[in-house]
């Protein structure tokens, strides 16, 4: 064999190896992307995101114009309308109702939401899907320093979950679980057997109520002044031996004479 024969056998040799070689490392590669690819999507495949809590949707801000009791406000909105709000998925027991007494804890919950947002004070509120119920009231979640006052009432055992109607369930899982909470606490409405149902209040359980120690912010369960703002917007309070108290409608009760003045209202003068 000629030394021109020899290089040539020799670099053919040379390329065979190589393209062998580069063959060889191809499939490694595609045998290493396939691993990694199962290990990636076996990984996938057991990673869930379920956050704690719901996300907060889209708010407005109102001001407060009035409470009315513990789940229903009404507001002032920014171009100068006013609308009626009942909160979404909780219910608080009676103080103003026409046909109904005022409710154990009724009174508690009421200023507890007047604490929270007095008069003239801006909320956060968030609406519901479809917005209103069969009264005309906006449906919806209030937020106060970013705390879902919806959560609070419940929290205090001062409400009750209800009124459960789809589309409008999108924090209800929590809402369940801070009244299973208040449940075991034995606060509040929840100090009272068989008083907090799946259908209301039992208001049978009045009298009992008075013998419970309260655990909200009024000395009594079942208070007896009458406070009633008049057209003028004037805070007055009505003792049961007023003139005009049996034909007073309330929009807020009161214990003690003491609650009703540092409330804002003074005495009737009949």
């Given amino acids: ?146 705390k879902m006052v919806n959560k609070l009432l419940l929290e205090k055992g001062l409400a009750r979950v209800a009124y459960v109607y789809a589309p409008n369930t999108k924090y209800l899982a929590e809402l369940e679980s801070i009244q299973k909470q208040a449940q075991n606490a034995r606060i509040g409405i929840w100090s009272l057997e068989d008083y907090a149902t799946t259908k209301g209040f039992d208001d049978s359980k009045t009298d009992e109520a008075s013998k419970v120690k309260p655990t909200g912010t009024l000395a009594c369960s079942n208070p007896k002044i009458k406070g009633n703002i008049n057209s003028k917007g004037n805070k007055i309070y009505h003792l049961p031996s007023g003139q005009y108290y049996e034909i007073t409608k309330p929009e807020e009760m009161f214990c003690t004479e003491q609650d009703a003045q540092e409330a804002g209202f003074r005495q009737s003068q009949r």
């Fill in 1 to 146: 064999m000629n030394s021109h024969s020899y290089l040539h056998t020799y670099l053919h040799a040379l390329l065979m190896s190589a393209f062998c070689l580069f063959i060889l490392t191809g499939c490694q590669d595609k045998v290493d992307s396939l691993g990694n690819g199962s290990s990636q999507e076996a990984s996938t495949s057991n990673y869930t995101d379920t956050p704690s809590d719901e996300e907060k949707g889209k708010t407005f801000t109102a001001k407060i114009d009035k409470v009315v009791d513990g789940d229903t406000v009404k507001i002032k909105l920014l171009d100068g309308n006013e609308e009626t709000v009942r909160l979404l998925l909780i219910d608080t027991p009676e103080t103003v109702h026409p046909s109904k007494p005022v409710q154990p804890f009724g009174p508690e919950a009421s200023k507890f939401t007047k604490n929270l947002m007095p008069a003239g004070s801006t909320v956060e509120v968030e609406t519901g899907i479809g917005e209103r119920d069969k009264y005309g009231r906006l449906l919806a979640y209030f937020y106060v320093d970013g």
